[in-house]
């Protein structure tokens, strides 16, 4: 694998040319939503300029706008190891989230349970609590481990039983960056008899997301959180689409997956889906010992997107690795979660942080008059705020990077901590 330099995109986004009293700006808000690559921006112009229309005319450009839709569902499938049919579009991941669950909870009895983590985004949690309280459903809450911040299979284990219909995990923490371990969770939900959603919104831009090797039922993310417009994408297994009953218009189609989207779709996001695909794959870099060209690939292919993914995720560990390095050494600052630099890999490059100096929003706000935008407060990650005892104390610092961060992005942030903490 060839390394990724992010100097060979930055070009391709316009903000990140944006400066502060003549200094660039640091975007370090990625969690909250990533920049987006001119090719994103002109697919879409471009589909309102000369194809915009509904679905299902017969004239061209309603087709044309059908054939939108089938390529972002197919470079959607592509991203994720999915096939087109298992995929779904909305609004964003809360609104597909909550109508999934009010559909799944249809099939629930009163005393069934539920199981939410205190790890997650409110949007994979407050849905299932909402649902359950609709059905009479008993909802159990799995708290994260400390001090990683992450989800023990034993603790789960001893949660789940013949009663548990559905367990609702994340894949990564928006609030500290950890990664879960998926995998052994998911069997040990499905081995009691239990569906899976799994929330893959925070790690989406950072990581390799395969359905078929995780095996969880259903999983959402967003677009807007790498580098795409703003539009949701759910993937849940064919068998599920076909058996649940959506709350659907009368007339419309009643045929997976389109009978799972309701009203008109945003086609011009569909259109930034697919060249925010496109973007990705172009990230793979020639297969090494092979003298293919990047142009060569086809950016929609499976093995091109992986590729990709995994240049990312190398690139993303040393920026990990060069913040939590220099972290360690800012006196006051404490890193929440996976601290160590040798376990990057455990990781997203998503820092919560607290200063024995300033609150939150506070260093959010110093940052800025420097030029480096992060975020402060919950993020929606409500049970990870309570659990770390910080809801009174305005929560935590969020410093996310993205691949096109810089390594000398890194160190200025850090100086400015530095600064801050003196
Ligand atoms: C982990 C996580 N889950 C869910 C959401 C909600 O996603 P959306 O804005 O698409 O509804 C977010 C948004 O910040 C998130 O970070």
Known sequence: MTVFDPASVRPLFPPLARAMS????????????????????????????????????????SQETGAVVARARAAAAALLNASADEIVFGQNMTSLTFSMSRAIARTWKPGDEVVVTALDHDANVAP?????????????????????????VDALTALIGPRTRLVALGYASNGVGSIVDLIPLIAAAHR???????????????????????????????????CGPHVGILYAKQKHLEALTAYKVRPSTM??????????????????????????????????????????????????????????????????????????????????GIADPARAAERTPTFGITLA???????????CEHGVFVWDGHFYAKGLVDQLGLADAGGLLRIGFAHYNTVDEIDRVVSELQALAR
């Not at 299932?128 to 023990?152: I, K, N, Q, Y």
């Not at 959603?197 to 677009?223: E, K, N, T």
């Not at 990312?312 to 006196?331: D, G, Q, V, Y």
């Not at 100096?357 to 940052?367: G, I, K, T, V």
Request: charged share 15%; hydrophobic share 45%; aromatic share 8%.
């Open 128 to 152: 299932w609590m909402l649902a359950a309280e609709d059905r009479g459903a008993v909802v159990r809450t799995l708290p994260f481990t400390l001090p990683d911040c992450s989800l023990s």
């Open 22 to 61: 003549g200094r660039p700006v640091v975007f370090a808000d990625g969690p909250g939503g990533t920049q987006v690559p001119t090719a994103v921006v002109s697919a879409m112009t471009a589909y309102l300029q000369q194809s915009n229309a509904n679905t299902g005319g017969r004239f061209a450009t």
């Open 255 to 336: 045929v997976a997956p389109g009978k799972w989207e309701t009203g008109t779709q945003n086609f011009e996001a569909l259109a930034g889906l697919s060249a925010c695909v496109a973007y990705l794959g172009s990230l793979a870099g020639s297969p090494v010992g092979s003298p293919t060209a990047t142009a060569e690939r086809d950016p929609f292919a499976r093995s091109t997107l992986v590729a990709a993914m995994e240049r990312i995720a190398a690139h993303e560990r040393t920026l990990s690795a060069r913040f939590l390095e220099a972290a360690a050494r800012i006196p006051g600052l404490r890193v929440h």
């Open 357 to 367: 100096s300033a609150a939150p929003h506070q260093a959010a706000e110093r940052l």
């Open 192 to 226: 009691v008899g239990a569906l899976v959603f799994v929330d893959a919104v925070h790690y989406a831009p950072h990581g390799v997301i395969d359905v078929r090797a995780l095996d969880c039922d259903f999983l959402a993310c967003s677009a807007y959180k790498f």
